[in-house]
């Protein structure tokens, strides 16, 4: 299977999180987001969304949506679940992980930072958009799993929950977010950052990696 | 069952078409967003995140975020199906699902457009930044679809992507976008237009209508 991603795409991230937490080796293939590579052509022809990631398949189905790539990895490579069996409780696993796919990363991400711009934000504005609604988004998943003891987001099997939060903490990172706020969230990321799965998604370990 | 949201509130409006589709009668308690009541004390306990919907079932267990609750629904409900059974053909739904649910509509939503009056935009360019992000969003959603047959975004069964489909367009309107583009979408529309669970739902429909 190829991935067409990013190194520092976090919805590109957690699909190379849930790939290696399935066992799927995966090649890549590079699209350079701020010169716009994603909206080429060829790639709008892979996935008319012009957006990072899409899974192409070895015969050539493309799956986009790192949720929807995700669910159906679940469902074809059932072992290591990344959900929990009960229906209440992948719900609240599935909605931990929308709160950040839905509701943080669309509102921070680059093509909404380049359209602030536009609009005559200045960088630090930008920036501070930015920070704003990972804090804010991060506030209300520390909350989500204030009855939780951990190790993970829920319990000692890491799944979907976890997938998406590390790749969020370290978009939080890079805008300068004060972290200290969240100990949940931050004790899962050190857990999660033990496992060969996270350390090996991370950015920096990326081919692409400028 | 009560769903704590708003008569316009897109993601509300999913749960409702949802419910009705599969056979679920609800209680309503309505949050006048623009007023803030969603950010209240009583509310935050609920939902942490201090967005609408939220699902509050019989037992006091509350479900958030409306796509997870579609596919609680999915998973207690199972007919009638509002996913497909092959693999392939679930991720192909959910991309679409989440190309509304996660890249129109949280960037377009009030608390966005709010930020952005917030940032000096005035009122014109606030609603045409939720213009352009419907209209580019509605873009891709109609290739998504091109090479399907209706009359449902995916073949003859109503499901997730339909259920996503109409609010959106419903707020498309709002922002008078011009839907002549998207004929796929727009007969999908039609045809659900149609069926008593998506005619209910909609926001002039609800007792809280203004």
């Not at 993970?152 to 799944?159: I, R």
């Not at 903490?169 to 050190?190: Q, Y």
Request: with cysteine; net charge negative.
């Amino acid at each position: 299977m190829k991935l067409h991603g990013f190194f520092r795409s976090t919805a590109s991230w957690r699909v190379r999180i849930a790939c290696a937490l399935k066992g799927v080796s995966l090649d890549h293939q590079s699209y350079k987001l701020r010169r716009g590579d994603q909206r080429s052509d060829a790639y709008l022809a892979l996935n008319p969304q012009g957006l990072v990631p899409a899974l192409e398949l070895d015969d050539g189905t493309v799956l986009t949506q790192s949720l929807a790539i995700i669910e159906w990895l679940e469902e074809t490579i059932p072992e290591p679940h990344l959900l929990p069996s009960d229906p209440i409780a992948r719900a609240k696993v599935r909605a931990f992980a929308l709160a950040i796919a839905a509701d943080i990363h669309p509102v921070q991400n680059l093509k909404v930072l380049f359209a602030l711009a536009g609009h005559g934000l200045d960088e630090a504005a930008v920036n501070g958009w930015a920070a704003t609604v990972i804090t804010e988004g991060l506030g209300a998943c520390e909350k989500l799993i204030a009855d939780q003891d951990g190790p993970y987001c829920f319990g000692d099997t890491v799944g979907l929950a976890d997938i998406c939060l590390v790749p969020q903490i370290g978009n939080a990172k890079r805008f300068g977010v004060d972290l200290a706020a969240f100990p949940k969230l931050m004790a899962v990321d050190a857990a999660c950052a033990q496992l060969p799965a996270f350390a090996d998604a991370v950015p920096g370990r990326q081919a692409d990696a400028e």
